[in-house]
């Protein structure tokens, strides 16, 4: 069909050219589906929670119980600004950073079992 391999590497080159925008868009198509997939799927939740959980740090009060990172339940006494005191027995009294209570339970709520 060409006389030399020059020519017909020019008629593919020019051929491949005139779809490039539409063959790259193909082309990269997947990856921007799953990055659109996994951030809806993935990213999106994790921060709805995280957002859900700090509202729930910033709206602790007098009465409420708590558990910390480490695994902690007592009954909120004190409420500071960066600072939350537990009661875990009756008389023992701790302080903790507010930003390391994983989980804050109100006053009427019930436990899932009963």
């Known amino acids: ?49 995280l957002k859900a959980q700090q509202a ?4 602790v009060k007098k009465g409420d119980s708590a558990i910390t990172a480490g695994g902690v339940l007592g009954k909120v006494t004190k409420v500071e600004d960066q600072y939350v005191e537990l009661e875990v027995a009756p008389n023992v009294r701790i302080r903790v950073v507010k930003a390391t209570l994983t989980e804050v339970t109100g006053l009427n709520t019930k436990p899932a079992n009963d």
């Open 56 to 59: 729930k740090i910033a709206a």
């Open 1 to 49: 069909m060409f006389a030399s391999p020059a020519f017909a590497a020019s008629a593919s080159s020019s051929a491949a050219g005139s779809g490039g925008i539409a063959s790259m868009f193909l082309v990269f198509f997947p990856y921007i589906a799953i990055a659109v997939v996994g951030y809806f799927l993935l990213l999106r939740p994790q921060q709805q929670r």
